[in-house]
Nanobody
C-alpha cells in the first residue's frame, strides 16, 4: 500500500495554469504506475492522465491532450500534473492514484487513492 497526498489545487482564471503534486509514502514508489482522475459532484470519475513506473509512457484523455502534462520524480516519490490553458470545464476535484499494474486509464485497476485537491477555473 502507498499513501498519497495531493496539493496545488486553487482558484484560477480561464487560460491560466496550475501544477498539481502528489506525494507518496510507504512502499517503493517506482513500482507503481500513477494516474490522475477528476470528479465533479454528482458525476462519474473521469480519467485525466497516467504515467508508467519508469515515466517513459504517458497517456492522456482527449479532453486534456496538449494542455496537461503528467510527470514523475521517483527520487522524490512525487507525480505531477502540469495544467495549462485551463477552462471552466476543468473545474473538479483532482485525485491521484497508484497501481502495481501497467499504466492504465481504468480507475478500477488503481488500488490507492489520495484525498483529492479542488481546482476551480473561473470564466
Amino acid at each position: 500500500q502507498v499513501q498519497l497526498v495531493e496539493s496545488g489545487g486553487d482558484l484560477v482564471q480561464a487560460g491560466g495554469s496550475l501544477r498539481l503534486s502528489c506525494a507518496a509514502s510507504g512502499r517503493t514508489f517506482s513500482n507503481y504506475a500513477m494516474g490522475w482522475f477528476r470528479r465533479a459532484p454528482g458525476k462519474e470519475r473521469e480519467f485525466v492522465a497516467a504515467i508508467s513506473q519508469s515515466g517513459d509512457d504517458t497517456t492522456y484523455a482527449d479532453s486534456v491532450k496538449g494542455r496537461f502534462t503528467i510527470s514523475r520524480d521517483n527520487a522524490k516519490k512525487t507525480v505531477y500534473l502540469q495544467m495549462n490553458s485551463l477552462n471552466p470545464e476543468d473545474t473538479d476535484v483532482y485525485y491521484c492514484a497508484a497501481t502495481l499494474h501497467l499504466s492504465t486509464t481504468q480507475a478500477i485497476r488503481y488500488n490507492d487513492w489520495g484525498q483529492g485537491t479542488q481546482i476551480t477555473v473561473s470564466s
